[in-house]
């Protein structure tokens, strides 16, 4: 194959992993046509056959529904998760067991929330008791809620912070992560390319192979998101600079 379609959701997220992939193909003389659209459309087209490879998939659980019948899954990319964070590095507090002891004077109780993480936050409220210490979501869009907690990071507010990792916020730091020992905010997941049916058999064996090996990490994602969100870099910029090994220092 001499080109392949590949489709991203629209966000900074998908946009870099998908940056990071193409350069591969990009060095196997493979030209890949962009698709960027919402999910549910770019699973459709994948089952459909009208895009070659889908990034990336969290697996098994946010987006189980796109393995439809002979769609392929390829490679292990990096974990994503949910966790909850406190606001600063140096607080007291590193579980989320013992959040429900706080005062309103050691900690926020409005939680700003990702809508995209509001299911696991609600888990989370109901599995440390958080509501009835008198916790509350408020819930955003999420580019609202980003910003929002990237401007509090700044302040002396104390809050909890509901992330998905990667994001450039985990590259910014500033804050810790809350130890959830009955995983209120669930699971890692796994984030994997999907094939569409009868690509894996129509796909160059090393190609295959080299993607299938390719690791990214978290760490990754969020230094690239935050290259393009804060340094103006392009998604492709962000990836060479990976690649060239200088997003991360050694």
Request: proline share 5%.
């Amino acid at each position: 194959m001499t080109t392949i379609t590949l489709a991203h959701p629209d966000s900074t997220i998908h946009e870099a992993t998908a940056a990071a992939i193409i350069r591969v193909l990009e060095a196997n003389d493979v030209e890949p046509e962009i698709v960027v659209g919402p999910k549910a459309a770019l699973g459709q087209m994948l089952s459909n056959g009208e895009v070659d490879l889908y990034i990336s998939a969290w697996l098994p659980e946010l987006d189980s529904d796109l393995l439809t019948s002979g769609v392929t899954p390829l490679g292990h990319l990096f974990n994503p998760g949910a966790y909850c964070c406190i606001s600063q590095e140096d607080a007291s507090v590193t579980s989320l067991t013992d959040v429900a002891q706080t005062t309103q004077n050691e900690l926020s109780r409005t939680i700003i929330t990702p809508a995209s993480l509001q299911q696991q936050a609600e888990h989370m409220l109901a599995t440390y008791a958080l509501a009835d210490a008198g916790f509350i979501l408020e819930v955003m869009e999420d580019e609202q809620a980003l910003a929002s907690l990237s401007h509090k990071l700044g302040t002396q507010e104390r809050i909890l912070m509901p992330l998905t990792q990667p994001c450039f916020l985990f590259h910014q730091g500033g804050f810790r992560i809350l130890t959830d020992p009955k995983g209120g905010m669930g699971k890692e997941m796994d984030a994997r390319m999907l094939l569409r049916p009868g690509l894996a058999e129509e796909l160059d064996r090393d190609l295959m192979d080299e993607l299938d090996e390719l690791m990214l990490s978290t760490k990754v994602i969020s230094a690239m998101d935050y290259a393009m969100r804060t340094e103006g870099l392009t998604a492709d910029e962000a990836a060479e600079s990976w690649q060239r090994g200088k997003l991360l220092p050694r």
